[in-house]
């Protein structure tokens, strides 16, 4: 079975400072990888995805993360983070495009950008 | 285009009642997946469906049960609740083909309440 770790439930930053959001990921043969974000009384909207290929990914609203498989990682980053990112963010894998990318999730960061 | 969407927004039931939840899927999708989000907690993945069969099923016991109609609408009925049946029930459409990835979209979710 799948198991997602996102190291740290929560992450207070200052605006403008950088952020690195930390999620490992239990190893399988075939792994995709995907960062999703979650405003207060929202549903998830996938910020980045890993599927193959370059192991440095760039997603919306200035966001990347990079593909580690020898340490089984996918961190998030973003060089200067804004009030307007304060929200939860799960990091998430699926095994396999057979199974239409059925996602196990992380239990979530939450991110606060503070003044 | 109209997005994911789900209804009601919140409900509250009773220990050993029924519960129907609706989702209505993004126009020319035919996946759905139904997810649970405990308070605190990431989502953990219950079903799919694909044209209308269940495709793939997470760790939740037959109480929990599902349909895909031809329109793609779907629906979540859970029996029996329990009290940790509360949670926030989210769903997310896309359309698959076997091959490619496409994204799958999330719904604002249903937040259920078992009292």
């Known amino acids: 079975a799948q198991s997602v770790t996102q190291l740290d439930s929560q992450v207070p930053v200052f605006e403008e400072a950088p952020v690195e959001l930390r999620c490992n990921y239990s190893s399988s043969v075939s792994v995709y990888l995907f960062w999703y974000v979650q405003y207060p009384n929202q549903g998830l909207q996938l910020l980045l995805k890993y599927l193959s290929g370059s192991t440095l990914v760039k997603g919306i609203n200035g966001f990347e993360a990079e593909f580690n498989k020898s340490q089984t990682s996918f961190h998030l980053r973003k060089p200067s983070v804004h009030i307007s990112d304060t929200a939860e963010y799960f990091c998430?894998?699926?095994?396999?495009?057979?199974?239409?990318?059925?996602?196990?999730f992380g239990k979530g960061t939450l991110l606060t950008v503070n003044p | 285009e109209t997005g994911v969407t789900q209804s009601p927004t919140h409900l509250i039931k009773t220990r050993g009642q029924q519960v129907t939840l609706r989702c209505s899927s993004q126009s020319g999708h035919n996946t759905v997946s139904w997810y649970q989000q405990a308070l605190g907690q990431g989502p953990q993945f219950i079903f799919q469906y694909y044209r209308e069969e269940e495709n793939g099923r997470g760790n939740f016991p037959p109480r929990f049960s599902g349909l895909q109609f031809p329109n793609y609408s779907s629906e979540l009925n859970v029996n029996a609740l329990e009290l940790d049946d509360s949670a926030l029930y989210l769903c997310?459409?896309?359309?698959?083909?076997?091959?490619?990835?496409?994204?799958?979209?999330f719904g604002p979710g249903t937040r259920l309440t078992v009292l």
């Open positions: 997310a459409s896309s359309f698959w083909t076997g091959r490619v990835y496409n994204e799958q979209f």
């Open positions: 998430a894998v699926s095994d396999s495009p057979g199974s239409n990318y059925k996602l196990t």
